[in-house]
């Protein structure tokens, strides 16, 4: 019964924490002067690979398939 309780314990936490983040996805834009796909965040231009931290402590990283931000 404890290792039923402890499971079902674990697996609330577990979903409370993947519940709490959000994230949000942007389309690429085209980098005018350079002619290439990149990721722009408030006014920053990003190349795809790059990872950072937005101004809100968001994770954000850039890909072929656009920008991808989640909180934390």
Known sequence: M???LLALAVALSVSVALSSA???FKKLTLNVKT???VCTKDG???EIGDEWK???C???SCSN???Q???T
């Open 2 to 4: 404890m290792k039923i």
């Open 22 to 24: 959000a994230c949000s």
């Open 35 to 37: 002619r290439s796909a």
């Open 44 to 46: 920053e231009v990003h």
């Open 54 to 56: 937005g101004p809100s």
């Open 58 to 60: 968001e994770k954000c």
């Open 65 to 67: 398939n656009g920008m």
């Open 69 to 71: 931000c989640c909180s």
